[in-house]
């Protein structure tokens, strides 16, 4: 009895989010997947007309807007997740080192993390890459004559990089966590083996913190595939659709078109994509991935 009543006070207490999740997660994701299969548009007032597979099949075989935001998205991917992963990684083990004040460096370098995803970051960073913006005027001074970074179809899909490499805050925090759990008598020992820096970087550093790499891998990927507020506030998609996200596609499919059951077969599509690029890593994790649990072999 006494177990019983434990449980129903367990349930109670979780009640709360658990009719949340069904409510705002599980059932819209239902939703969207019956959508998907249907023509159905916010402004209609009947039920949706099924078609099928149709919507898969015309995003798949007919449709070059699919096919250039997926290019775009997988150049941004491809680009601002190893650099984002690079810079952290080098901005964690400068401030690994105990000194005076670090504290009060790692805060102002994990701020621009806090506000990087906002709107006005965005509209900031629009005038500072404008042909007027700061980034010219600053040029200027040295008799450099700037880009129309953002106008220019070569440079504008750079400027979402820039932005998203910017805001690697997060990321750092977690390399720098990874970077304190490294025995320091590993050093040590390889100091008295006579291993300079770069030999102690890519035998003890990199081998040791590869299972956080591997973590801030699968979370930049997905993060980046999802990559929306920049390039509709700086660029919207543009110039001649450099910029033109995957999720930007999505978005105005949905409700700028009220093409609600294609958005929601897009949608399907990018979770797929995700989710084998996410199993491909996992795979491939098994031959560089290092667990001090297994005795030095990687799983």
């Known amino acids: 009895m006494f177990k019983k009543e434990n449980n129903l006070a367990g349930y109670i207490f979780i009640s709360p989010w658990l009719i949340g999740f069904l409510l705002l997660t599980l059932w819209p994701i239902a939703q ?22 149709d919507n898969y099949v015309k995003i798949l075989t007919d449709d070059s807007t699919f096919t250039k935001s997926l290019t775009v998205t997988f150049m941004f991917v491809l680009i601002s997740v190893p650099l984002k992963l690079f810079f952290s990684l ?13 504290n009060v460096y790692r805060t102002a370098i994990y701020f621009p993390s806090l506000i ?46 820039l932005l998203n490499t910017w805001q690697f805050g997060s990321t750092m925090v977690i390399f720098l966590a990874g970077l304190k759990q490294i025995p320091g008598e590993l050093y040590e020992s390889a100091s008295v083996d006579g291993a300079g820096r770069i030999r102690k970087f890519f035998s003890i550093t990199l081998p040791m913190l590869s299972p956080v790499m591997f973590f801030n891998l699968v979370l930049g990927i997905i993060g980046s595939f999802q990559m929306f507020t920049a390039a509709f506030i700086i660029t919207n998609g543009g110039p001649v659709n450099s910029t033109y ?10 409700f700028k078109h009220y093409q609600m059951g294609y958005a929601s077969a897009l949608a399907w599509i990018l979770l797929v994509i995700v989710a084998l690029l996410t199993l491909i890593n996992f795979v491939a994790s098994r031959y560089w991935v290092f667990y001090e649990s297994d005795g030095g072999k990687t799983k």
């Open 90 to 102: 080098m901005v964690a083990m400068a401030l690994v080192k105990s000194l005076r004040g670090m």
């Open 116 to 161: 990087g995803g906002s709107i006005a970051v965005a509209a900031l960073w629009r005038n500072m890459f404008g042909a007027d913006g700061y980034i010219n005027h600053i040029l200027s001074w040295v008799g450099i004559e700037g880009a129309a970074w953002i106008s220019n179809p070569d440079t504008a899909l750079g400027t979402l990089i």
């Open 245 to 254: 996200m995957y999720a930007l596609f999505l978005y105005e499919k949905a």
């Open 32 to 53: 969207s997947f019956y959508l998907s299969f249907t023509n159905y548009s916010m402004l209609d007032v009947g039920a949706p007309t099924w078609l099928g597979t």
